[in-house]
C-alpha cells in the first residue's frame, strides 16, 4: 500500500504528456505590451517573421485590459493549451 502511494505521489509530480510531438517547432506565446500596445495593428506582423524565422510557432495571447488577475488566468490557460 505505501509503494502505491508513493507511486502515485510521483506520478502527480510529473509533467503533463506535450500537446505535440516532440519534435515538432516550439510553440512561443507572444504577449502585447497592454494598453500600450494593444491597438498596435503592427504587433503581430512585426514578431511573426522574425519568431518563424528563429523555429517558433507563435501564438498571440488575447487577455482582459485593466485586469491583471484576468490577464494572469489567460496567459496560464493558453500556456496550458499549448503545452
Known sequence: MLALAATSARA???PPEPAQPVDSPPQLLL?????FLFEDPT???????PAIAAGFVPHYLAY???DL???VL???AAARELR
Open 64 to 66: 482582459p485590459l485593466d
Open 43 to 49: 504587433f503581430e506582423e512585426l514578431t511573426a517573421g
Open 31 to 35: 504577449i502585447h505590451g497592454g494598453s
Open 74 to 76: 489567460a496567459a496560464r
Open 12 to 14: 502527480a509530480e510529473l
Open 69 to 71: 488577475p484576468g490577464a
